[in-house]
């Protein structure tokens, strides 16, 4: 168990919808990064937070948003939910901004219909 | 061109042998390299980690860096199956974020 957790664990939705995705990242760490890893693209990182602001993004669609709260729990938000957006979507966290040792949550696996 | 290259496997081997993965990259800024272990439908869990080149031991991993050939390997001794997973290879320059490899899926034959 890394300490990182994350919910829901799955999530089944239709095309076009709206989702959200929650991360509780390991006490004392105050980074949180989200990835994307499908069959086809492997593990994408997606955006970085630190300490609530934003500090590096990747190949994050406009379509999709996070934040870091005051509690440094993040979310995702998925809109417009396209088939291609199944994915398993991970949360990890890092102390500081030191990448090196990230700790990955259990991811959420979210299916488009 | 990838920035990391990884062979996808599988690689099948009996258990009790000794494992090699290996990772090859471009990019030589990169200072940092790490290795992860995933298990099917489960995040992926830090292994090890090195700074620049040489080797690292922890158990039976021994990770090695060799950057003058930009090329990473991970060794697994005495292998179990219980290793059987994939393996991630992920190198950070410093900043931007993690470059991560395809992963090499192992299975260790009882």
């Known amino acids: 168990d890394s300490g990182v957790t994350q919910t829901p664990k799955h999530l089944i939705t239709a095309t076009g919808q709206r989702v959200t995705l929650r991360c509780s990242p390991r006490?004392?760490?105050?980074?949180v990064y989200w990835y994307q890893q499908s069959l086809d693209q492997g593990l994408q990182f997606l955006i970085q937070?630190?300490?609530?602001?934003?500090?590096a993004k990747g190949n994050i669609l406009e379509r999709f948003s996070a934040q870091q709260f005051p509690d440094l729990h993040s979310e995702l938000n998925l809109s417009s939910l396209e088939l291609g957006d199944s994915a398993l979507y991970f949360c990890?966290?890092?102390?500081?901004?030191?990448?090196?040792?990230?700790?990955f949550g259990p991811g959420t696996r979210l299916l488009v219909l | 061109q990838k920035e990391v290259e990884q062979d996808p496997g599988p690689l099948s081997v009996p258990e009790g042998a000794i494992v090699s993965l290996n990772c090859t990259y471009s990019?030589?800024?990169?200072?940092?390299f790490m290795w992860y272990r995933q298990y099917s439908r489960k995040g992926p869990e830090l292994l090890m980690y090195?700074?620049?080149?040489g080797n690292k031991e922890d158990g039976r991993f021994t990770a090695q860096v060799d950057k003058s050939s930009k090329y990473i390997s991970l060794f697994i001794r005495d292998s179990q199956p219980s290793d059987s997973a994939t393996y991630l290879c992920?190198?950070?320059?410093?900043?931007?974020?993690?470059?991560f490899g395809s992963g090499t899926r192992l299975q260790v034959q009882p």
């Open positions: 990890a966290s890092s102390f500081r901004d030191r990448q090196e040792t990230q700790y």
């Open positions: 992920a190198m950070w320059a410093g900043r931007r974020a993690l470059t």
């Open positions: 990019n030589s800024a990169f200072q940092y």
């Open positions: 937070y630190y300490n609530g602001e934003e500090r």
């Open positions: 090195t700074y620049s080149s």
């Open positions: 006490s004392g760490d105050l980074s």
